[in-house]
């Protein structure tokens, strides 16, 4: 509820709304009041309403709010808005906003509460919950990524969008869905499935609109609801260039996430629809601008586009299918390779990151020996989450006594690789290492390919080769941009670092047989690669390919919202020379290539010897990379 301006805002429309029926046909055209202890009829319509606020208005309105300090105003603000209206107080009828979390359910034995108003509020609240239904569900619900509601009737709730018609959705990152908004949305639907009928209306992020993660959220509300209005009001501060011909792009709100408005028209246990569809409008362009179409249109009156909610991604928003049934016949990158994550997740890059073995090694051996509060206090670590404690840090380098074959490189961000401290523990110096994975990169025998499920910017270009363990953020540091590292072999059973037996190649038998029949070879050896090609062949196909300008452009819808997908070609000679091409980039893109070997430019530090680069990227010894 906030400050209650959606309720301030119900109040008015519902006053002016009535006034307008009363200018026409007066008390005959006037909702009916339930018998009340009045003393005659109104006469005129500030009569009327005096009558109907306490009978008809308070009753029927309800409020959730957290926080002591927007729950008191928006008490006052609900006060003076009927004041305004000319309400007089004749009555005990109360304004229905609760102190209390919306997230959290009735329960059948308050809690002992030393203050009786608060008591009383607690055990008015929980009756609500228990036996209100409401046909009306409005507010801007908070977002909050890191969301610290996490009860067990929430997350139950929520537990829906996981699913798509009963089918579990194999997703290994599905934090998203645990943002405070989505809670609020299943809520909201929740409420409104009790009823069985209703219109669910949100302020929120915009992210359930095209986010891959978000599939089984939108599948739910459009099988739920009989119709649905998404208005895309843009402004996201990550997504850039995803507007062409757009000067400016501005946020209704001073935040970074962009706002979309949704209207859901919900339907209860109704049979679900043949055809999924809803409609979509957005708006791109600067605040005034957007204020302005706001405040001129409604429901009604704006420019809406039938959008058809399509397998597997059901998007709340339009999209250029001309080529989706061939793209869809290709093979996803998450399905050619069998083992595959996220990069690694550091915790506190300002500890374990260094320029040098011998830099880290120093400040790692000063934060070892130090008590926990003052390393906290003297690296400025911050509070302890849930996966990264100074104590479970200090601990993991104690028992590993801070030895010399852990100091390893670390393909940190693009053509910059420093050093970290790698023990492959989780919740160790390393809140996620991603050891299942790492493991195969330690010592800069193998390579990785690097890419990213979806895209917050208008060009594709999320791909990458790497040859040692990499941070999670190698090609982007925004959020939505995960980088996912897939190595070209896998060692099993390393003993500790030292990887002592065979390799093997990193992909699925089920690719590897696709491969295999599109290029007409026979499959040979242990793995059943095809024929005279190499793993080393198909890692660099797919690299050329994924750095194709024409690739790129064709499947620009696609790549935005899920992992790219790779067309095989039938075609021997053509599969070689893109894989030639992709072996040279893939050279280029490690600095090994020998057309590096005369660079353009000169960066001189300081006193010191110049420093030769190529491009702008740092060439030679890793130990030096990127100073």
Request: aromatic share 12%; with cysteine; net charge neutral.
């Amino acid at each position: 509820t906030g400050t209650a301006t959606f309720l301030v805002e119900v109040i008015d429309v519902i006053q002016r709304t009535l006034k307008a029926k009363w200018d026409q046909g007066g008390l005959k055209a006037m909702p009916k009041l339930p018998p009340t202890s009045f003393p005659r009829q109104p006469a005129a319509f500030g009569e009327y309403w005096n009558q109907y606020v306490p009978l008809a208005l308070l009753p029927r309105l309800h409020g959730y709010e957290l926080m002591m300090a927007p729950y008191a105003i928006a008490h006052m603000k609900i006060g003076l808005k009927l004041h305004e209206t000319g309400y007089h107080f004749g009555t005990e009828e109360r304004a229905r906003i609760y102190l209390t979390n919306a997230l959290e359910p009735k329960v059948t034995q308050l809690p002992q509460i030393g203050f009786d108003a608060l008591a009383h509020e607690a055990a008015a609240v929980n009756e609500i919950k228990w036996y209100k239904r409401f046909t009306v569900v409005i507010g801007n619900p908070p977002y909050a990524y890191k969301s610290a509601n996490c009860g067990e009737f929430i997350s139950s709730l929520v537990d829906k969008y996981y699913s798509i018609n009963g089918n579990r959705l194999s997703e290994k990152n599905p934090r998203g869905l645990q943002d405070d908004y989505v809670k609020f949305v299943r809520l909201g639907e929740h409420t409104l499935e009790q009823t069985q009928i209703g219109v669910l209306g949100y302020v929120t992020n915009h992210g359930y609109v095209d986010n891959p993660t978000f599939r089984g959220m939108r599948y739910s509300l459009i099988t739920s609801s009989e119709k649905l209005f998404v208005l895309d009001l843009h402004g996201n501060a990550k997504k850039i260039g995803f507007h062409a011909g757009s000067i400016t792009d501005e946020n209704v709100f001073d935040i970074q996430q962009g706002v979309a408005i949704g209207i859901f028209v919900l339907r209860g246990n109704s049979e679900k629809r043949d055809r999924l569809v809803m409609h979509h409008a957005q708006l791109v362009g600067s605040r005034s601008e957007k204020y302005e179409y706001l405040s001129e249109n409604s429901l009604l009156t704006g420019k809406w586009n039938e959008v058809a909610a399509v397998p597997d991604f059901y998007l709340f928003c339009p999209q250029d299918n001309q080529h989706k049934e061939e793209y869809e016949r290709n093979f996803k990158v998450s399905n050619i390779f069998k083992v595959a994550s996220v990069g690694i997740q550091t915790g506190r890059d300002s500890l374990t990151i260094g320029w040098s073995k011998g830099e880290l090694s120093k400040t790692l051996s000063q934060f070892e020996s130090l008590p926990i509060k003052k390393a906290r206090e003297i690296f400025q670590l911050g509070e302890d989450t849930r996966d990264w404690k100074v104590a479970l840090a200090q601990a993991d380098l104690k028992q590993t006594s801070l030895s010399s074959k852990h100091f390893v490189p670390i393909s940190y961000r693009l053509f910059d690789t420093r050093f970290t401290y790698y023990t492959g523990r989780a919740k160790g110096i390393h809140m996620n290492p991603r050891s299942e994975v790492m493991d195969n990169l330690v010592g800069g025998s193998n390579i990785a390919l690097y890419t990213c499920r979806q895209t917050t910017v208008a060009n594709w270009a999320h791909t990458f080769v790497c040859k040692s363990i990499s941070d999670d953020c190698y090609i982007s540091n925004r959020t939505s941009e995960r980088g996912y590292a897939y190595p070209l072999y896998l060692f099993p059973s390393p003993e500790g670092l030292a990887f002592t037996q065979e390799k093997e190649p990193n992909f699925t038998v089920s690719f590897l047989k696709e491969l295999a029949t599109t290029l007409d070879l026979p499959q040979k050896g242990a793995h059943g690669l095809p024929d005279g090609v190499t793993p080393e062949d198909i890692f660099h196909y797919a690299y050329g390919v994924f750095h194709s300008p024409g690739y790129r452009s064709r499947y620009a819808e696609f790549l935005k919202i899920d992992f790219p997908r790779l067309p095989l070609t039938g075609k021997l000679e053509l599969f070689r020379a893109l894989a030639r091409l992709g072996g040279e980039l893939t050279a280029l893109h490690l600095l090994e290539s020998p057309k590096l070997d005369q660079p353009i430019t000169e960066f001189i530090r300081g006193a010191h010897a110049p420093s030769r680069v190529v491009a702008g990227a740092p060439a030679g010894n890793p130990e030096s990379s990127a100073k």
